[in-house]
């Protein structure tokens, strides 16, 4: 379920991230309305030892609750893409059907080793999920 019943309660969530997640060292997130019921999303969130997670989301909110219309996550280290989410529907590829549209991209091919993605909604907020799964990844030390 949902949270946010309007585009001001995410925006405030989005902008106490590094207050909310102390293992973010800085964000340049910017929430931007588009529209009397559309806004974007985007920008990046940066972790220790290189690690940053790239945003992005079109959301609306026709039924004055906030949803993700589409979204691109990406995770970084330094120069290298390790991973991303998308929501593109590949209804053909059995092995996504039980988390479908939503899906990861990981190594060896990223481009084309697709997983499910549970974790993953339209209806909820990501980024809670996305922010815990780079803590996993981003060594405070190294």
């Given amino acids: 379920m949902n949270p946010f019943q309007s585009l001001r ?3 405030v969530f989005v902008y106490s991230l590094t207050e909310q997640f102390s293992s973010i060292l800085s964000s340049t997130l910017l929430l931007v309305q588009r529209g009397r019921t559309y806004a974007e999303l985007s920008g990046e969130l940066i972790f220790a030892n290189g690690y940053r997670l790239s945003i992005f989301e079109r959301l609306t909110w026709e039924t004055s609750v906030i949803e993700i219309e589409g979204y ?3 995770g970084w280290r330094n120069g290298e893409k390790l991973y991303w989410y998308d929501s593109q529907p590949h209804p053909n590829i059995a092995e996504l059907k039980s988390t479908q549209p939503h899906h990861k991209h990981i190594p060896p091919d990223i481009k084309h080793h697709r997983v499910p993605a549970a974790g993953l909604s339209f209806t909820a907020p990501n980024l809670a999920f996305l922010i815990r799964e780079m803590e996993r ?6």
């Fill in 9 to 11: 309660e995410y925006e």
């Fill in 72 to 74: 691109s996550y990406e």
């Fill in 137 to 142: 990844l981003a060594p405070t030390s190294e």
